[in-house]
């Protein structure tokens, strides 16, 4: 017998319940493909190869250059980038097309996140044209961040989830940990773009910026903890919330062991880099499904029970 996700696509016209789970799948995969393409984004920078197509869309005048590692990384991180933007076209199509068979919000966050896609590939291409700008690879950092949540929270606020109404202060705790984990996240990006940890070790420069995100590291680690003794204090909350909430321990922790390893071994192990921007990325994301799942727990919330 087939489950519920087992559904043959001709029934796609009919079952308002199949498309509804159709439009689940299409933004969850979303969400993967985009933190999947943050790390091939991070291990382009780190692996210096953001100028190995020196032109933009196309790399080197034509759709497949010759490859080496680097042309690769940053070859691969623009269709990757590509063919998410299909898939934001894709979602806001459907979401219009299905609307009768959607919550009435998600018409609207599909546009927001097309509209986020379209800025953050007009970022993309002045990153290689104006060669690099700190300011311009921090801002297609922080756009990329913020698509990434808005998918995550579309994602939450469609899945099956039952409340018990008792999370009044967890979705405040949370959305205060997730800013300022986003901000620590945009921190890290200035440090990155701007080679900070070379600057200051080697040559006594930036080390403000580099000072700025190790402090930062206080008000995110606190307000993440924030959120897990929240957690633990109401005894009613809903097993879900409360599994999500207590992990964020073991990821902050992660964190925290992959920043201070990236600091002492000088930048000097690529992999570890990456790992600590995405386990970062992940913190985040986690932080945002808490707020929203929290949001949809109190009889107030503007996400319902829509599965």
Not at 15 to 39: E, G, N, Y
Not at 246 to 256: G, I, K, T, Y
Request: proline share 5%; hydrophobic share 55%.
């Amino acid at each position: 017998m087939l489950g519920p996700f087992h559904v043959s696509p001709l029934t796609l016209g009919s079952d308002p319940s199949v498309r509804r789970q159709w439009i689940f799948r299409l933004v969850l995969l979303m969400t993967v493909f985009t933190l999947f393409l943050m790390a091939v984004g991070s291990a382009t920078r780190v692996m210096d190869a953001g100028l190995a197509c020196p032109d933009w869309p196309l790399c080197f005048g034509t759709l497949v250059p010759q490859m080496d590692l680097q042309i690769f990384l940053e070859w691969f991180h623009r269709l990757l980038a590509t063919s998410l933007g299909l898939m934001a076209i894709a979602f806001v199509g459907l979401s219009v097309a299905w609307r009768q068979a959607l919550p009435p919000w998600v018409p609207s966050a599909a546009a927001a996140a097309l509209c986020l896609v379209i800025l953050q590939g007009i970022l993309g291409g002045l990153t290689v044209t104006e060669l690099l700008r700190f300011e311009i690879v921090t801002a297609h950092l922080g756009t990329g961040l913020l698509f990434f949540c808005l998918l995550t929270a579309i994602t939450v606020g469609l899945a099956p989830f039952s409340g018990t109404g008792s999370a009044r202060w967890l979705r405040i705790a949370a959305a205060i940990a997730a800013l300022c984990v986003y901000g620590q996240s945009l921190l890290g990006g200035l440090v990155s773009s701007q080679w900070a940890v070379h600057q200051c070790l080697y040559g006594d420069r930036l080390c403000v910026v580099l000072n700025s995100h190790l402090v930062g590291v206080v008000p995110a680690t606190l307000s993440v903890l924030g959120v897990v003794i929240v957690a633990w204090r109401s005894p009613a909350l809903a097993p879900l919330l409360r599994q999500l909430s207590f992990s964020l321990l073991l990821v902050v922790a992660l964190q925290v062991a992959l920043g201070w390893s990236t600091l002492q071994l000088k930048l000097q192990v690529p992999a570890l880099t990456v790992a600590h921007q995405m386990v970062g990325a992940t913190l985040l994301g986690l932080l945002v499904a808490i707020s929203t799942l929290a949001w949809r727990d109190c009889p107030s919330g503007s996400l319902k029970h829509e599965f």
